[in-house]
């Protein structure tokens, strides 16, 4: 028998609050261990091959098939549960959600270090540049960036107050995600600094470009062409930039973003730039 409000206090945090901050934490403590393979390699002059061969490892002895599956099991054991399957199952509210992403999303950047080892060794990108790689994903990937991003988004799902919270999660899920892409193929194809940091600009404002005009045509777009009904994010009271600051005013911000970052790859000497400046005025233009 439980008497004390105290007592039935301290069951919840242990049975589902640890669980809610080892899984959130989990994500982020992967992504900061294969940067600080990447940093420990190059302070201490490991070869990177070495530090690539480590952080292969890691990513299968940290990740969902390690440690991180390993414990998440354990905690749930203690609530009779032995299966990280029967969790996503049971459980349907917003919070087991959100416990869900988590456990998974350490398990997936792990994978994704894995995939670029062996990728690099597949073809034939120096170890260097699948180092360089793989120690942005963990920037990008990580607390800092997507899982950090998606978690804001889905804890926003309570209420969204502030423009800067919304730019948050906007530059987090989307800009992290094609800056991270656009930098891979820089490394892979022996973009200098200069041309990396210009790939960075390109992909952070076409990136938040990409989700105001999505915010623009749940609004304006053709249903058929979208694939889901006119103002689906007003009907889940999901605010968006329309919301903060007017239709004409997020409109005129797609074409600023979309500006810049063409500008960053005009005045960036790239050889064959055509592809990029296409592909940023079709997301500018796009109706779904």
Request: proline share 1%; net charge negative.
């Amino acid at each position: 028998g439980i008497t004390k409000l105290e007592e039935l206090e301290y069951i919840h945090t242990r049975k589902t609050s640890d669980l809610i901050v080892f899984s959130l934490r989990a994500g982020g403590h992967i992504g900061g261990a294969f940067y600080s393979v990447a940093q420990a390699a190059r302070k201490h002059g490991v070869s990177a091959e070495r530090a690539l061969a480590i952080a292969e490892e890691l990513a299968v002895y940290a990740g969902a098939r390690g440690m991180v599956g390993g414990q998440a099991a354990d905690m749930l054991g203690e609530q009779g549960i032995t299966k990280l399957e029967e969790l996503e199952y049971i459980h349907t509210r917003k919070t087991s959600d959100l416990i869900v992403f988590s456990l998974r999303a350490g398990g997936h950047i792990g994978g994704a270090f894995y995939s670029v080892a062996q990728a690099a060794r597949k073809h034939g990108v120096s170890a260097e540049r699948a180092l360089a790689i793989a120690e942005e994903l963990a920037v990008y990937a990580g607390a800092r960036g997507m899982v950090g991003g998606q978690a804001a988004d889905m804890l926003g799902e309570q209420g969204i107050t502030k423009l800067e919270e919304l730019e948050y999660i906007h530059t987090r899920k989307t800009s992290d995600l094609i800056v991270f892409s656009l930098r891979a193929g820089g490394h892979i194809g022996g973009a200098d600094a200069a041309q990396l940091s210009a790939l960075e600009t390109f992909g952070r404002g076409i990136g938040l470009a990409f989700q105001i005009q999505d915010d623009i045509l749940d609004l304006t777009g053709d249903e058929a062409l979208l694939g889901k009904p006119l103002r689906s994010d007003e009907k889940q009271h999901k605010v968006t930039y329309p919301y903060f600051i007017g239709l004409e005013a997020s409109r005129a911000k797609v074409e600023e973003l979309t500006g810049s970052a063409k500008r960053a790859i005009r005045e960036s000497s790239f050889p064959n730039a055509q592809r990029l400046l296409q592909l940023a005025d079709f997301m500018m233009k796009r109706d779904h």
